[in-house]
């Protein structure tokens, strides 16, 4: 059964810590991404990788960190750096080659701080 | 000016009636182009994708594009109650194959 999982699905965090939301695919895609949404608002990128152990910033990268040491894992940690941390993150991959650029995403993780 | 830029609704439609979607974007280079769909709390899932000019049909969507007036739009027709979803546009943005996405537009379609 082929698809992108996140977990914990719902994750409560007090003030100054660090949590880490996991997110796995068996899909075989080399790119991966985080996005972060807030109430009545589209995604905005906070990460994505293209490659194993090869990631970038995007828009809204403060706060925050990743790694890809495996294909198939990119676990995203919010930092107490990150200000307002409360909101729904979403992990996607992206099917491999040029013409075929779409992404799918996991189920999210929805986190608050208490 | 936002990257992409949709009206936010709510887009009230009677069921069994076309609804139609607007997005406009502002990267001129921008060469793919999405709808999601996405019911209150789940995370996006993909309607279409459409890359050239023109009309792109799958069942009761319709995605067109228009690239010299950076313009997107996604038509439903016979909606039904279950279409009832904030529908997302996102433009691709190299390198990196990112997505922008617009604000969404919230359809409510009632029976």
């Known amino acids: 059964d082929g698809g992108i999982t996140q977990s914990p699905k719902y994750l409560f965090r007090k003030e100054g810590q660090n949590v880490t939301l996991s997110c796995e695919q068996n899909l075989n895609h080399d790119a991966m991404y985080w996005y972060r949404q807030d109430p009545g608002q589209g995604l905005r990128l906070i990460y994505y990788s293209q490659i194993v152990n090869d990631f970038q910033k995007g828009d809204i990268a403060e706060g925050y960190s990743v790694s890809r040491e495996k294909k198939e894992s990119f676990p995203l940690t919010v930092t107490s750096a990150q200000k307002n941390p409360t909101a729904f993150y979403l992990c996607a991959s992206q099917s491999p080659g040029a013409s075929t650029d779409t992404q799918y995403f996991g189920p999210g993780t929805r986190l608050t701080v208490l | 000016q936002k990257e992409v830029e949709q009206n936010s609704g709510p887009l009230s439609v009677p069921e069994g009636a076309i609804a139609s979607l607007n997005c406009t974007y502002s990267d001129r280079g921008s060469q793919s182009f999405f709808w999601y769909r996405q019911y209150s709390g789940k995370s996006p899932e993909l309607i279409m994708f459409i890359y050239s000019n023109g009309d792109k049909e799958d069942g009761r969507f319709t995605a067109q594009l228009n690239k010299a007036s950076q313009y997107v739009s996604l038509l439903i027709r016979d909606s039904q109650p279950s279409d009832s979803a904030t529908y997302l546009c996102?433009?691709?943005?190299?390198?990196?194959?990112?997505?922008?996405f617009g604000g969404g537009t919230r359809v409510l379609v009632k029976p």
């Open positions: 996102a433009v691709n943005r190299k390198p990196g194959n990112k997505l922008t």
